[in-house]
């Protein structure tokens, strides 16, 4: 009786198939810690190292601008910077309409002359 409940439990197919298949080394090791060393360095040089690439230049650029700079936002709004402060800046994106918005906002700077009708 004790029996049948184990072979409900674990099939005997299962256990020999188990037995009669060992996995070879290359198999162990990618089926144990062989697999994370393999995927840590996927991740750091596909995910990790661009992303921190482009926070650093993303800082770079919002360090540099400059009173007077063209630039475009997040929202796809274009304008010439009025004003620089802490945290926002002001920007004149038509005559005589000013705008204030988060220096986090800029996604890029444009090249001098490139909003001609402000």
Do not use: C, H
Request: glycine share 8%.
């Amino acid at each position: 009786m004790d029996s049948d409940v184990f072979d409900w439990i674990f099939p005997a197919a299962y256990a020999q198939q188990a037995a009669a298949s060992p996995m070879s080394p290359v198999q162990t090791f990618l089926a144990g810690p062989g697999l994370l060393l393999i995927m840590v360095p996927i991740f750091y040089f596909l995910i990790i190292r661009p992303q921190s690439r482009r926070a650093r230049e993303q800082r770079d650029m919002l360090g540099k601008l400059a009173k007077g700079d063209e630039v475009v936002i997040n929202g796809g709004l274009a304008g010439r910077i009025l004003q620089i402060g802490e945290v926002y800046l002001t920007l004149e994106i038509a005559d005589k309409v000013e705008v204030k918005v988060q220096k986090g906002a800029v996604s890029s700077v444009l090249p001098k002359g490139s909003l001609k009708n402000l």
